[in-house]
């Protein structure tokens, strides 16, 4: 369909409404095309020649006039002009174009007008109801504008937008913000867009006047205003940040954030970026002084005086060579409710870590090191870790003499604490595996681990006693055997395939000296369908399960056409009848474990399902019941997710104690431009289930609701968030922020 044709049926839909702003809209010509003719020959001062074209051209000798009609295009150095009639003095060299007139040039703008005044060289000009389209995105409009030879143009009585001008069925639409001005200046070179006597209209609607400013357009980055960020809290009242960004070179840049609050002193933040030829760095600090609640425990806030409160969190990345790589991230808070309170991050523990590693085929080199500053409000400071450093190797080599493949590994950990255990560790070890598949189709994995420890623990930690191990020096050996079948059986199902794979595990492994050794890294023990099969089911290096055992389970899976559903069930048995080291409540404390599984449902990108659960050996209680899902599509959804442990882990083991929370989360888009959204977590936890809970049963912790418009140069959008737990001058309350983002300005 042709344009015109469109447009007319644009004209004639009841669904359009008259376009509003037609200086703004698209012109009926077509800009000039690149020419396709070989280069014309210079000029004697080395000029390019002009190139030109017409339907019917005239030549006045006497006048030396040139006057063309009918699509006339001229062409000079990369400027292209096009027009229904062109009037060109050679002896000025002016050139007059009328009617339908279209110039680009060599950067791509194409001005558009109903008469234009030119030079010779094309570049330079008068133009009547001037319309630009600029190649790096957005639009100006004027009454009349003068181009320079340099690109500059020059615009009177004028307007700018970055928006979409027509709707998706072709018809005129105005624009969701456009800025008008007295007087607009458009530097290509510089990529900015200067005003004077402007203001900034918004679905149509005037508002307040903008003061004489200037902006970056189209992609890259420039010096200037970002979006402004507004919220009201209920502790710091309204508040108002108005970041400016610097850009310090190409590669760099720094943006300076002061925020002003009605109910507290100001505060200010700076982040500074920096891309590397190896890599990448952000850093990003604040600062403030306020007042804040030494006791934690209460929601009665005793105030101490104001104080220096701050943050830094920082990140760099670097790529030496393809093997070699950096990564770091620091992040150190003055105290424990600074971050709650300024509504930055919930996070409640920080790591500063240092990572350097070499990665190649067949060796893996990681030299490590971190340190943990707790939020936390019952946790003491001196018992986090810093680790300085770790050290892991570990090297593939092919097996020659059996097949198969042996990886070994050497490890070594210092861990200290400025008021706690401190550790020290090393050991190296060697896992032997062997895969073949038999002539019946089942996969068969044999494999041999071994392993020695050396171990040195000082100023040993009392409580809890269990992690603690003996002080001095201590070593171990550890050794396992395994065999692993699957044996997967694959068929036809509904119009689709089905595969059954039952599987079955044996590991024998000696006596280990377990409880002499300080368990730093192997605490949260948890039996789930992820570590099943393991060859220790323990996280971690401290502890190493020393049992002979055979594990058992199937796994189930359908694949239909936009439908897929996959399902593991499983259980281990323990041989042997010595007492484990598994504490009840893990799941593996009993000869018998608990049977563990997870579902995934899949349909299409619609639906998806995850259900993992833990039911208990004896009377198939369930002590682990977690389900995530996704429902809808990209515009319309909902997130639904369940948890709840019901463990019955002895209290004295930490971290470990009952939870059930639910959470909730969905997104609906209403109209082409609108979506409503929303989010809640709620803590279901009553005292049967923790007796350390204050919650009641159903005791909300945070709620978000929502409306957001975001079109193609327009984000706008409305927050209300309530909190419902305080520490300390962290309170509970409502908060509300406003988001208003534009195409081109603030960024």
Request: proline letters at 5%.
């Amino acid at each position: 369909m042709s344009r015109f044709h469109l447009l007319a049926g644009c004209a004639l839909a009841l669904t359009c409404a008259p376009a509003a702003a037609q200086d703004l809209q698209d012109r009926a010509v077509a800009p000039p095309p690149p020419s396709k003719a070989p280069a014309p020959p210079t000029a004697a001062d080395g000029t390019e020649q002009v190139q030109f074209s017409a339907g019917t051209l005239e030549y006045d000798t006497d006048a030396d006039i040139v006057t063309a009609t009918g699509d006339v295009r001229m062409s000079r150095e990369g400027q292209r002009l096009r027009g229904d009639k062109v009037v060109w003095n050679r002896k000025t060299g002016r050139v007059v174009a009328t009617g339908n007139i279209a110039v680009t040039n060599p950067q791509g703008d194409i001005a558009y007008g109903d008469s234009i005044e030119l030079g010779d060289t094309l570049k330079d000009g008068m133009v009547a109801n001037m319309l630009v389209v600029l190649e790096r995105g957005g639009r100006l409009a004027a009454d009349k504008g003068r181009r320079e030879e340099n690109g500059t143009v020059e615009l009177e009585h004028a307007a700018y937008t970055p928006c979409a001008v027509e709707t998706s069925a072709g018809c005129p639409k105005e624009p969701t913000w456009k800025i008008t001005a007295v007087r607009i200046t458009y530097r290509p070179d510089r990529a900015r867009v200067y005003y004077e006597g402007g203001r900034i209209e918004l679905f149509g609607l005037p508002t307040v006047p903008l003061p004489r400013f200037s902006h970056h357009i189209g992609g890259g980055s420039d010096s200037g205003l970002l979006s402004p960020d507004i919220r009201y809290g209920r502790v710091n009242g309204l508040s108002v940040a108005v970041p400016y960004y610097w850009r310090l070179a190409p590669d760099k840049g720094l943006t300076i954030t002061p925020r002003v609050y009605s109910a507290v002193l100001p505060m200010l933040s700076a982040q500074y970026q920096q891309l590397t030829d190896t890599g990448a760095i952000s850093i990003t600090g604040y600062a403030t002084s306020s007042r804040r609640s030494d006791d934690l425990r209460t929601n009665t806030i005793a105030a101490t005086e104001s104080a220096f409160r701050g943050y830094l969190d920082g990140i760099g990345r670097f790529q030496f060579t393809p093997e070699w790589s950096l990564s770091t991230s620091l992040r150190l808070v003055t105290d424990r409710t600074f971050l709650r309170r300024y509504d930055i991050s919930r996070d409640d523990r920080l790591r500063t870590t240092l990572s350097l590693q070499h990665i190649d085929a067949d060796s893996y080199l990681a030299i490590n090191g971190w340190a943990v500053q707790t939020l936390r409000v019952n946790d003491r400071q001196g018992l986090q870790p810093v680790a300085f450093p770790e050290i892991d190797y570990r090297r593939r080599v092919a097996d020659p003499l059996l097949g198969g493949v042996v990886q070994l590994q050497l490890n070594t950990l210092a861990i200290g604490r400025s008021g706690g255990q401190d550790t020290q560790r090393a050991f190296a070890s060697a896992e032997w595996d062997l895969r073949r598949v038999t002539r019946w189709g089942q996969e068969l994995t044999l494999t041999a681990f071994a392993r020695g420890d050396l171990y040195n623990s000082s100023d040993l930690l009392t409580s809890p006693a269990i992690y603690s191990g003996e002080g001095g020096f201590q070593t171990r050996a550890i050794g396992a055997v395994a065999a692993d079948v699957k044996w997967p059986f694959v068929g036809s199902f509904l119009g689709g395939t089905q595969r059954l794979t039952p599987r079955l595990q044996i590991v024998a492994a000696p006596r280990v000296k377990n409880f002499t050794i300080p368990n730093e890294d192997s605490r949260s023990v948890d039996l789930d369908d992820s570590n099943l099969f393991a060859l220790n089911r323990f996280p971690g290096y401290d502890r190493f399960e020393d049992s002979t055992r055979v594990t058992y389970g199937a796994q189930w899976a359908i694949d239909l056409p936009g439908l897929t559903f996959d399902t593991v069930i499983g259980q281990s048995y323990r041989l042997d009848t010595r007492p484990t080291i598994l504490y009840p409540g893990t799941g593996l404390a009993d000869r018998f474990s608990d049977i563990v599984g997870r579902s995934e449902l899949r349909f299409r990108d619609f639906t998806s399902i995850v259900h993992r659960y833990r039911l208990d050996k004896d009377g198939l209680a369930v002590r682990r019941n977690e389900i995530d899902a996704t429902i809808g599509s990209r515009s319309t959804y909902v997130l639904l997710g369940y948890l709840r442990l019901n463990r019955d882990i002895f209290p004295a083991v930490e971290d470990l104690q009952d939870r059930e929370e639910a959470r909730v989360a969905g997104r609906v888009q209403f109209a082409r431009f609108w979506s409503a959204f929303a989010s809640a977590v709620i803590d279901l936890t009553d005292r049967r289930e923790d007796s350390l809970s204050l919650s009641d049963g159903f005791d909300p912790v945070r709620h978000r609701l929502g409306v957001q418009y975001e079109d193609d140069c327009l984000r706008f959008g409305v927050t209300w968030r309530r909190d419902y737990q305080a520490t300390g001058d962290a309170r509970a309350g409502n908060s509300f922020l406003l988001t208003l983002a534009f195409t081109n300005l603030g960024r």
